[in-house]
Each structure stands twice: as C-alpha cells, then as structure tokens.
C-alpha cells in the first residue's frame, strides 16, 4: 500500500516507481535464481535482503544520475522497495525454485504487471486530481479538478473503485460463460 499511497500522486510518478521495482525485480529473480542451490535455508530471507537491496540502491543511484526529478518526486519510497511484499514473494516462491530464464521472465511479468496498475491509479488520480496529465490540463474549463484525489485518502478511493470495477468486469465475464455453457447443454 505504501506505494499506492505515497508515489501515485501523479502518471509519471506511479509509472516510474512501477518501472524501479520491475529492475530490483528482473535483478534480484535472477541473481537469487543462480544462487539458489549455494544459500542455505537458514539463511535465505537475509540473503535475499542483502540481494535486493543491493539492487534498489543500484536503482536509486541511477535514477539519482539520469532522471533527478522522478527521483526527487519518490524520495524515501525507493529504498522501501527492499522490503515490498511482492519482491519477497517472488524470490521466495519463484526464483529461488527456477532457473534464471523463467525467473527473469517472471520477474518482467510481475513487475509490469505492478507498474499498469501503479501507473492507471496515477493516471485516474492526477486527471481528477489536479485535471492534468503528464503535466498537460486537459479540463479545457469543463470541470473543477478534486484536489481531494491526489490526497492519500483519495489513493485509497481510487484503488478502491478500480478494483470493484475490475472485479464487476471479471462477474459480468463469469456470467457470460456460464450462459454460454449452460446454452450449449440445452
């Protein structure tokens, strides 16, 4: 949640944090699935620590060289990548039983997968929000932005409407394929 929160205040910022995540993650999958069979059981959780957050500062020097304002814009929640959820989750239950090649393949796959939704939830907060993207006013006049939106509170509203609308697009999907099963058995 934290970078739902803090880091999709606007398109760019969701996208860019979205895309630093998918680095530590193609990274760290590949490098925990060379290693997997030389680090001890013991042991792992620490090694993979080290392994990631060696990549987030990787990460963040590089977005502290070549792209300062986004770099500015995320601040302290880059290194908080070190201890996102779906970065430990995919060391443990996937790269650290696979090969190097489907590792990096699901660490692409999760990390964009992170990076559409953390960039639709920006994209949705900052058109409501301030009525701009990508810096852009796109109101033409026609309504008041909500500046309620790029709030923290407004991170939740919007994920939250997301996902009953991604959840009522999967219902209505459901339903459609019963029927049709139901109709071909008639």
Known sequence: MCPTL????????????GLAATAVLI??????SLLRKFIPSPVRIA???????????AVELFMKAYVFSLYQSLGLFIPLIVVNCIIFARAEAFASKNSPLPSVADGLATGL???GALGIIGF?????????????DITFGVYEPAFFFVLPAGAFITLGFIIAGVRRISDVI???????K???NK
């Open 27 to 32: 990274c760290s999958n590949f490098l925990i």
């Open 124 to 136: 949705v907060r900052e058109l409501i929000g301030t009525g701009k993207i990508l810096g852009h």
């Open 47 to 57: 090694a993979y620590i080290i392994i990631i957050s060696g990549f987030v500062t």
């Open 174 to 180: 459901a339903e459609r394929k019963l029927r049709a």
């Open 113 to 115: 997968g992170f990076t």
């Open 6 to 17: 803090a880091t999709t205040t606007s398109f760019i910022n969701g996208i860019g944090m």
């Open 182 to 184: 139901e109709d071909k």
